[in-house]
Nanobody, 125 residues
Framework: QVQLVESGGGLVQAGGSLRLSCAAS????????MGWFRQAPGKEHERVSC????????YYEDSVKGRFTISRDSAKTTVYLQMNSLKPEDTAIYYC??????????????????WGQGTQVTVSS
């Protein structure tokens, strides 16, 4: 079965960095767009970033643009999210997800059929 397993979360001070990983199995990785979402306590799921399967094009929410970088390694069937200059408002559970929709790249949670269990990121001020 399809499994998406996130890792790399933790506690970091504001201004610090973390790199999240999401290892995918049970799917043809090269056929899936991979996305990162996050959910803070009491808030809805929020889009963070995604990368397409067909041309590696990327999308970033304005709140993370210039600070976060998404990348994918097809050989390792893993997607990464490098997070720099972290802020307390980045505190959330981060989820990776997979979608086959596109092109074009449509970054809508309902289109992502597979989700990981999440990894906690906490940024202290």
């Amino acid at each position: 079965q399809v499994q998406l397993v996130e890792s790399g979360g933790g506690l970091v001070q504001a201004g610090g960095s973390l790199r999240l990983s999401c290892a995918a199995s049970g799917l043809t990785f090269s056929h899936y767009n991979m996305g990162w979402f996050r959910q803070a306590p009491g808030k809805e799921h929020e889009r963070v970033s995604c990368v397409s399967f067909y041309d590696d094009s990327t999308y970033y929410e304005d709140s993370v643009k210039g600070r976060f970088t998404i990348s994918r390694d097809s050989a390792k069937t893993t997607v990464y999210l490098q997070m720099n200059s972290l802020k307390p408002e980045d505190t959330a559970i981060y989820y990776c997800a997979a979608s086959t929709v596109g092109p074009p790249l449509v970054f809508r949670p309902s289109l992502f059929g597979y989700w990981g269990q999440g990894t906690q990121v906490t940024v202290s001020s």
